[in-house]
């Protein structure tokens, strides 16, 4: 029974740790902090294919030819040759615990300053020492014949205590490392995120006391026991990881991450069915179990990404050129060859996305101007500026407009600061009815970049030779209250608690900052402290409710959290994405939209006043 367990759970945790490590690496492969904790998480699935391996060693023939070590690299030399209890000498794990203390100290605020560097490099030359000894000496264990399922089947060599003592306290230095990143975080999930990170680091260092009381009195304490430790931190710490990354880059891992944990547990249910039935009909070795499904982890894991570096090879021209024209299109502003820039940029964005017809437009007074197409082939354009005004990119409903923008599916606006000045276009995907998310990510960063060319080329009046009045547009699109503008409430948000600036600002003299004041002597001063009231309030008529929800935070909430954590707590911008789980490009857009909700509260307000 207790061969089974200890079968049972060494398999189930090798294939996570070999799963997470894959997922941590993949899913932020530029970070070294995934990159260590995925070594770090293969190197503890060492342990638990040691364990498998000595448990059902696998059958080798009598006369090994000498290269087929180099195939078993994580074993002292003579394994194959011993007893079974050879097996649980693999070095592979030995890193493990220095590889995590590396990736503690970069968790921590701050650069990596001399002291933490010599203490990083003293951990992986300790790490090496040790892996010498052990494929090269018995100093640190040599072998027994006892059962590998207990922990008392190595003997402890002469320098198994220090080697010990040396992982404890590696350990120790990572939960101190931990515990200080806990305490100077900012934001309350990227705190839980590490709180999770140090409960799996006191859970797998359990495992070194518990390994150390076993060997040095010959304690026959079960193997699984650690093993569980171990695979619970394995699961802790790849979900932390994993986690806290996505919350540095402003996004959220939870669904992705669940839907792969089923996949893989799915994918290999199957192949160990299948083996199991192979090992019934045709006597196989019950050793390749491990081999079949590390390699269908291995390969459904990767297959993603296989696939993405095929499609760079193949089809990712499209992506280069985009890239290309718009270094073009930015080294061309004020030049002749702008309006052939902003076309061939259309071209590359719309052939990326398999768009059936493109259009970049710019507002003309209070209509609209095509100055780039793709694939337009009519004359007629049946939209005002009305039509394409919006705070954020829009997926609109095939027929929403009338002939031929009957296919228009995509609006993206294009802004600059607050002010929108255009927009693009796009019909549906061929052989589709809308974009993906991914291919929307896809066109949001070049079109932020065309809004900005043109922006700084209005003063070429022979391509864009309407676009110089944009500004006299604006204020006849607002003339019913021409006093308020979005660049005069931006500015006092940014100086909320600067008074003397409020005092000074042009809002300052609203009827409604004078129905504020009280009566007597009034200094600038005072009038900007009544705006900033004025101001306060208006923003928490942004809150959705009294009591603010649990997280994740709904999508409501996002207006007037941004807003108050901005210009009210003045928090920085990176702690609100992280605590939203929000990229730069949605905070930007939604933080441009609440501050026109707090324009229009106070032209309204105002209003009710004359």
Not at 409 to 425: E, K
Not at 475 to 493: G, N, R, W, Y
Request: aromatic share 10%.
């Amino acid at each position: 029974m207790l061969l089974s367990i200890t079968l049972f759970i060494n398999f189930v945790f090798l294939i996570a740790s070999i799963w997470l490590g894959i997922y941590v690496v993949t899913r932020n492969p530029r970070s070294l902090i995934s990159w260590l904790a995925g070594l770090t998480l293969w190197s503890v699935a060492g342990l638990f294919l040691n364990m498998l391996f000595a448990i059902n060693p696998p059958p080798l023939p009598q006369n090994m030819p000498g290269w087929i070590y180099i195939l078993l690299p994580f074993w002292p030399i003579g394994t194959t040759e011993g007893s079974s209890s050879g097996w649980l000498l693999g070095w592979l794990v030995i890193p493990a615990i220095v590889i995590w203390h590396h990736v503690t100290m970069l968790l921590r605020p701050g650069s990596m300053n001399p002291w933490r560097w010599t203490r990083v490099l003293l951990g992986y030359g300790a790490a090496i020492v040790a892996i010498i000894l052990l494929v090269y000496t018995d100093l640190l264990f040599y072998r027994s014949p006892g059962d590998p399922i207990f922990l008392d089947s190595l003997n402890p060599g002469p320098l198994y205590s220090i080697f010990m003592g040396l992982l404890i306290l590696f350990t120790a230095f990572s939960l101190v490392n931990l515990s200080r990143s806990v305490r100077e975080a900012s934001a309350e999930m990227q705190r839980n995120q590490l709180r999770i990170l140090t409960i799996a680091t006191i859970i797998a260092g359990l495992t070194g006391p518990l390994g150390l009381i076993a060997e040095t009195f010959s304690i026959a304490i079960p193997r699984v026991i650690l093993s569980i430790l171990l695979g619970i931190a394995v699961v802790l710490l790849g979900y932390g990881i994993a986690q806290y990354s996505a919350l540095v880059q402003g996004r959220t891992v939870r669904r992705d991450f669940i839907y792969n944990a089923i996949a893989i547990a799915v994918i290999s249910c199957l192949y160990l069915l299948v083996v199991r039935i192979s090992a019934i009909l045709f006597a196989v070795p019950a050793a390749v179990y491990i081999f079949i499904v590390i390699l269908a982890v291995l390969t459904h894991s990767l297959i993603d990404n296989g696939r993405r570096i095929l499609d760079y090879l193949f089809y990712d021209r499209e992506r280069r050129a985009i890239r290309q024209n718009l270094a073009d299109l930015a080294s061309s502003v004020g030049d002749e060859n702008l309006k052939e820039g902003l076309r061939l940029t259309l071209d590359a964005m719309c052939g990326s996305v398999r768009a059936t017809f493109g259009l970049v437009v710019i507002f003309d007074t209070l209509n609209i101007k095509p100055i780039a197409t793709y694939r337009w082939r009519h004359s007629n354009l049946p939209l005002s500026r009305g039509d394409l005004l919006s705070d954020d990119l829009k997926h609109l409903e095939p027929g929403s407009f009338p002939h031929p923008l009957d296919d228009l599916v995509l609006l993206i606006p294009l802004y600059r600061n607050s002010d929108q000045i255009g927009a693009i276009l796009f019909g549906r995907p061929i052989n589709g009815v809308r974009y993906s998310q991914s291919d929307v990510n896809q066109l949001l960063y070049p079109s932020d970049l065309i809004s900005d060319v043109i922006q700084d080329s209005r003063r070429e009046e022979k391509y864009l030779d309407q676009l110089p009045q944009f500004t006299q547009a604006q204020q006849l699109f607002e003339e019913s209250h021409p006093e308020i503008s979005i660049k005069d409430v931006e500015d006092a948000l940014r100086n909320l608690y600067d008074f003397a600036h409020l005092g000074d600002s042009p809002l300052a003299g609203m009827k409604l900052v004078n129905s504020e004041l009280t009566a007597g002597p009034v200094t600038h001063i005072d009038r900007g402290k009544a705006f900033n009231n004025i101001l306060t309030m208006a923003v928490e008529k942004l809150k959705p409710a009294a009591q603010l929800p649990g997280e994740p935070v709904p999508r409501e909430w996002y207006p007037y959290l941004i807003l108050h954590g901005a210009y009210i707590d003045d928090k920085l911008n990176r702690d609100i994405m992280s605590h939203l789980y929000i990229s730069e490009g949605t905070f930007n857009r939604t933080r441009r939209s609440a501050v026109r909700s707090v324009k229009r509260m106070l032209e309204e307000m105002e209003a009710a006043l004359s």
